[in-house]
């Protein structure tokens, strides 16, 4: 009885320490296998439309709408330890008081390898506005595709596919008419 007991002991301590080991040898081949996926980023254009803000109607609150066009391959990024992918667009500038900011105005989640060909133009998915509610006097922001690999075994990984080759320049506040 007793050795039964044991034995059944020391062979799930056996089969839980090979499992722990596959799954570290999946964690660590799948940085074997880190891709740096190369795409292009392009923004469009840019409108800043000044509108009231939502909590306070006297106040105005400038709204930035950001067109842009990606199309980067994301597909080396699947691999047998790949769940998921999260991508984002993020806009990184320092607003008129120098407080940097990096803001995601637009994501989405690949599934799949097949939809990891990532080809869309479109406009920020989230609204894009500055605490100081102006952009009035903010230097250029650099605009970057981001990604995260979330994996079935070990940790996330980030990276980044593409970015704006030069700083882009928010053009004067339109009143809505
Ligand atoms: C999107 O960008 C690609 C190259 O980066 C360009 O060939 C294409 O014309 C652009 N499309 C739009 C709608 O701007
Ligand atoms: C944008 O990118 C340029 C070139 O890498 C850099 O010099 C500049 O500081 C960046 N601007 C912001 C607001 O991050």
């Known amino acids: 009885m007793h050795s039964i007991v044991s034995r059944i002991n020391n062979t799930s301590a056996f089969l839980s320490s090979c499992l722990m080991a596959l799954l570290a040898a999946i964690a660590l081949s799948s940085f074997?296998?880190?891709?740096?996926?190369?795409?292009?980023?392009?923004?469009?254009?840019i409108k800043v439309v000044s509108s009231n803000a939502r909590r306070y109607p006297n106040k105005k609150q400038d709204m930035a709408f950001v067109h842009f066009n990606i199309t980067a391959d994301l597909t080396p990024l699947f691999h047998w330890n790949t769940k998921q992918l999260f991508l984002y667009l993020e806009a990184e500038y320092a607003n008129?008081?120098?407080?940097?900011?990096?803001?995601?105005?637009?994501?989405?989640?690949v599934r799949r390898k097949e939809d990891a060909f990532i080809k869309f133009a479109g406009k920020n998915k989230y609204m894009f506005r500055d605490i100081s509610s102006s952009f009035k006097n903010v230097p250029p922001a650099n605009y970057s595709l981001k990604y995260n690999v979330m994996p079935y075994v070990?940790?996330?990984t980030t990276g980044e596919a593409a970015r704006t080759s030069e700083p882009v320049a928010f053009p004067p506040t339109q009143s809505r008419l």
Do not use: Y
Request: charged share 15%.
């Open 154 to 156: 070990g940790m996330l």
């Open 96 to 109: 008129a008081q120098g407080v940097k900011n990096e803001v995601v105005i637009w994501d989405r989640i």
């Open 32 to 45: 074997a296998f880190t891709a740096q996926p190369q795409g292009d980023l392009a923004i469009s254009s």
